[in-house]
């Protein structure tokens, strides 16, 4: 698939459909539990072929559990039956322990079966493009040194950051390859830890190395959305849009016309209906309304693409998403 073509046809106000990130809430049209999901290619295939056939989203957006990437690198991973997996504990703790730390290889523990599953999802699913989600760079150093630690550490230890993010980029790259080589179409890297860092520091501990890897991985046949769902990604803007990803992917935390504002015309920027807020909690009214709301409020920005402001959560129930869509179709 001609990626650029598609990208070019996403937002609004071309007549582009909603790119929500829609993939745990498959769980109720299958019947299977968190953990069934997570650990089984084929039901995650079957997943993305139910949400297909339900709705009319511009791709088909793979899990996106955050756990996997830190637990093919050895820490410890807390599951449950209808909790999306979260890692616990911290694996390295100094500069010696990041230089010592061994990149693994791709298909270590269930990226194996994430892998399969986008790939078995792209072979059954042909009306549009199947994109993979996987953690950035510095959201996965954060992961294997301590979330609180990895914030602390950029101005206390910059060097240890900088090595775990050495690592950290060379699997990711490989890991993304990977998607490419099996036939995805892009990859949605979501670095949320990031937005939790002033200006300065976002440029110096994440930037250059989502920039490394838009580098390498973009294509006419492969995309590179960036995701980003922190509270100070507002601030943040001259930096993430020089990163050079396919299009920009943001939270409810942001004031999405101010990221309008912001960001160059012709980056795309998307977003961002909540998660918890409305697709969780609301009613098909609310998130109607809501969604209608936001597409007034940004109805003269031609890069603006309709989406949710992150992962929409498992247990969320299927009339949320279904007036999330009718709302988009102006229905």
């Known amino acids: 698939m001609n990626m650029q073509s598609w990208l070019q046809g996403l937002p609004v106000a071309k007549g582009g459909k909603p790119l929500p990130l829609l993939s745990f809430p498959s769980v109720s049209l299958l019947g299977v539990s968190v953990y069934d999901l997570t650990h089984s290619a084929d039901l995650q295939v079957s997943g993305m072929v139910e949400v297909a056939k339900r709705t009319d989203a511009a791709a088909s957006v793979s899990m996106m559990d955050l756990s996997v990437e830190a637990e093919a690198f050895g820490c410890r991973i807390v599951t449950s039956e209808n909790e999306v997996p979260t890692v616990t504990g911290a694996l390295i703790s100094d500069l010696e322990e990041a230089e010592a730390l061994a990149v693994p290889q791709v298909g270590s523990g269930r990226t194996s079966i994430y892998l399969e599953a986008a790939a078995g999802a792209k072979a059954r699913i042909s009306d549009r493009p199947v994109l993979a989600g996987i953690i950035g760079p510095f959201s996965l150093a954060g992961r294997l040194m301590d979330v609180s630690e990895a914030l602390t550490n950029c101005i206390a230890e910059p060097e240890f950051v900088h090595a775990t993010l050495e690592k950290t980029t060379q699997f990711l790259l490989r890991y993304a390859q990977a998607y490419r080589e099996a036939g995805v179409d892009g990859v949605v890297v979501a670095e949320p830890l990031a937005g939790l860092l002033s200006p300065a520091l976002e440029e110096e ?26 509270p100070n990604v507002h601030l943040m803007t001259q930096s993430i849009s020089g990163i050079g990803a396919s299009a920009y992917h943001f939270g409810d935390a942001s004031d999405m016309t101010v990221m309008l504002e912001k960001m160059p015309r012709d980056c795309l920027v998307c977003g961002n209906i909540s998660p918890s807020q409305f697709f969780l909690n609301g009613t098909p009214e609310s998130i109607y309304r809501a969604t209608r709301e936001l597409l007034d409020r940004v109805s003269g920005y031609e890069n603006f693409v309709l989406s949710s402001g992150c992962d929409i959560p498992p247990a969320s129930p299927w009339e949320n998403i279904d007036a999330f869509f009718r709302a988009a179709r102006g229905e």
């Not at 501990?205 to 922190?230: I, K, N």
């Open 205 to 230: 501990f994440s930037a250059p190395y989502l920039r490394r890897m838009t580098q390498e991985l973009l294509g006419e046949e492969f995309a590179v959305l960036y995701h980003d769902c922190g």
